[in-house]
């Protein structure tokens, strides 16, 4: 059901432009958001959201469906793109995100928008939240999967590596984290703030499967996500090395553009730039 | 004369016994199970017992997971731990994210006598209240305890309850009713009323009979539930006695004293005397309730903070005329 086939990889690289460019359309048009790691995360949640992960958009809460955590929960325009491109809600409540009567928040909030599985906004939530679902899924014995998709920068917060102790006691191998390895965070380069390297071999010492791939090649990605279903014995990690501010050159690699939002000039630019990519 | 055992055994064994009435249940400490004695829980389910370690943000989130799948999570810690260290956690993916996630703060208020100001906790409840949707229950006794226990399990609400590690003075009897948000009058009495929290109960009975060898008529009125308080009780003792007294084991920052007084002054002004801890740390003692008395929380501190408050009452008796003129 899920092979890789040559027009499906065009297919999920295309979703992923759209998500790019609807994702800095909201941006610009709430004046507010995340462009650069919006645009870091496109070809992962493009194959999660259209390719991976088991999920009925008419009914958010199925038991029976994958769970998605946001830990970078700062992407969220890229996640409410995809929330609506795979019919959690209509496309055009992406166009009032943030007014006050809007059911998408600045950061995730699972009370208001379907198929938000956590709120998320301070760094490092994600994994533990994750575990702990891993661990309850588990014990009801059931077989769906936990993805967590973390930035580089909350790789620096402790809590993340309590619970990557933890997920490794439990042996939850029902657990499969994501990690956009873009290097760059707020203040600039994750390699000068704080070096996270030998990231792999930190997650490995943890007692973990780690695979590392090109997080912008949807096929690596997806080849990385099935492998992950056979490894019956830990939990994986998944490095999936990316460019912050993806497909826009202006962006890419610029901590700048962590958390600023494009004029109208460099708003029209990066659209074209994306757009100049299709095909 | 205190309870037969310590408040954290009668929660121990409340939540074992709990474990096979609700299998849904599922207990989560971080390294002091046979502190907090959820160990009695863990050797009678443990696939359903998780010891994560000295990592409190980490056990509330992973809490939170569990809460997620429909599980009944009891997530405990120090108070001072899982209510400072763990407070963003709690903040966020509980109170915001209004997780069903029981948290459970053990070695409340002084009862950690032994090991220093690092250990006690006299902020908890005031971190706990200002977060929006979380309730707060701060129990009196042992037969309160395991009431408890089983009310929370059905409560599907963030919610924090406070447990001592000490013995407390008995208070209800085995068949105690208790509502969430529902006061309990203890004594009746018309010339003062005092509200008491937690092990603070016990001691103000004593305070009581004390003040009625004296000739003063208390009432006595313990508030379980900080959050979301009895504003109703709390007025209306308040309007036919006139003057008010507060007694918790806790900072007169932000606790019992805090609420009622917030409660009064909008609804019902009247004097009001805080018994609770002056804004300091509390030294190492020998025994918790020694520690208690040395930090003003005796029955006698009681019983003069009673005193004061209506001292303070016929002054305002007196001073009305003078206002209305």
Redesign the interface.
């Known amino acids: 059901m899920n092979y890789l086939t040559e027009n499906r990889i065009i297919e999920l690289e295309s979703i992923a432009r759209q998500l790019r460019i609807e994702s800095l359309e909201m941006i610009y048009r709430r004046q507010s958001g995340h462009p650069g790691g919006a645009l870091s995360a496109a070809e992962i949640l493009a194959v999660l959201f259209f390719h991976k992960l088991r999920l009925d958009p008419q009914n958010s809460h199925w038991q029976g469906r994958d769970r998605f955590f946001l830990s970078k929960g700062h992407a969220s325009a890229i996640l409410y793109a995809a929330l609506a491109k795979r019919g959690f809600f209509p496309r055009e409540e992406l166009t009032s995100w943030g007014r006050l009567d809007c059911s998408l928040q600045g950061h995730p909030?699972?009370?208001k928008t379907p198929g938000v599985?956590?709120?998320a906004?301070?760094l490092g939530?994600g994994l533990?939240?994750?575990?702990?679902?891993?661990?309850?899924?588990r014990?009801?014995s059931r077989t769906c999967r936990v993805y967590v998709l973390l930035g580089d920068g909350e790789m620096q917060a402790?809590?993340v590596w309590?619970?990557a102790?933890?997920a490794a006691k439990?042996r939850l191998a029902n657990l499969t984290a994501i990690l956009d390895y873009n290097d760059v965070q707020l203040d600039g380069a994750v390699h000068e703030i704080m070096p996270l390297e030998p990231v792999a071999e930190r997650w490995r010492s943890f007692g973990w499967k780690v695979l590392e791939v090109n997080g912008h090649n949807v096929r690596q990605v997806a080849e990385a996500l099935d492998l992950a279903e056979e490894i019956h014995h830990c939990p994986t990690m998944i490095i999936a090395h990316t460019t912050k501010g993806k497909g826009v050159s202006f962006m890419e690699n610029d901590a700048k553009w962590h958390g600023a939002v494009p004029n109208q000039q460099q708003y029209e630019q990066a659209v074209t730039e994306l757009l100049g990519k299709e095909g | 004369m205190t309870d037969e055992m310590p408040q954290r055994e009668a929660y121990g064994r409340a939540l074992a016994d709990y474990g096979e009435l609700n299998p849904r249940l599922?207990v989560l400490d971080a390294d002091t199970s046979s502190s907090t004695l959820t160990h009695f829980f863990a050797n009678k389910y443990p696939?359903?017992f998780?010891n994560?370690?000295i990592?409190e943000?980490?056990m509330v989130?992973?809490?939170?997971?569990?809460?997620?799948?429909?599980?009944v999570p009891f997530v405990n810690a120090f108070a001072a731990f899982l209510c400072l260290r763990a407070a963003?956690?709690v903040r966020?993916?509980v109170a915001?994210?209004?997780t069903a996630v029981r948290l459970v703060g053990h070695y409340a208020g002084l009862s950690d006598f032994k090991d220093g100001a690092t250990h006690h906790c006299i902020t908890d409840l005031a971190v706990m209240r200002a977060l929006p949707n979380m309730t707060v229950i701060v129990p009196a006794d042992n037969n309160e305890i395991r009431r408890w226990v089983s009310v929370l399990g059905e409560y599907d609400r963030p919610v924090y309850l406070r447990i001592s590690r000490a013995h407390s003075l008995p208070v209800h009897s085995p068949n105690v009713d208790v509502q969430i948000g529902k006061a309990i009058t203890l004594q009746e009495g018309g010339d003062v009323s005092i509200f008491a929290t937690g092990a603070m109960t016990g001691r103000s009975l004593l305070a009581v009979e004390r003040l009625a060898q004296r000739g003063i008529s208390a009432r006595l009125i313990e508030i379980h539930t900080l959050k979301p308080i009895d504003a109703e009780a709390v007025c209306l003792a308040a309007a036919e006695t006139g003057a008010v007294v507060t007694a918790e084991e806790h900072s007169i920052f932000g606790g019992l004293g805090s609420a009622i007084a917030e409660v009064l002054a909008e609804n019902c002004p009247v004097p009001v005397e805080r018994v609770g801890i002056a804004d300091s740390f509390a030294p190492t003692a020998l025994d918790p309730e020694s520690l208690m008395d040395y930090m003003g929380l005796g029955v006698e501190h009681i019983v003069h903070a009673a005193e004061k408050v209506l001292r303070k009452k016929e002054a305002c008796v007196f001073s009305k005329p003078l206002s209305a003129a």
Do not use: K, N
């Open positions: 909030d699972r009370l599985e956590m709120s906004g301070p939530h533990a939240v994750a575990t702990g679902v891993a661990m309850g899924l014990l009801d402790g809590i309590e619970a102790s933890v439990y | 599922v696939q359903r998780f994560l370690g990592a943000p980490c989130d992973v809490g939170v997971g569990l809460a997620l799948e429909g599980w963003e956690q966020t993916c915001y994210a209004e």
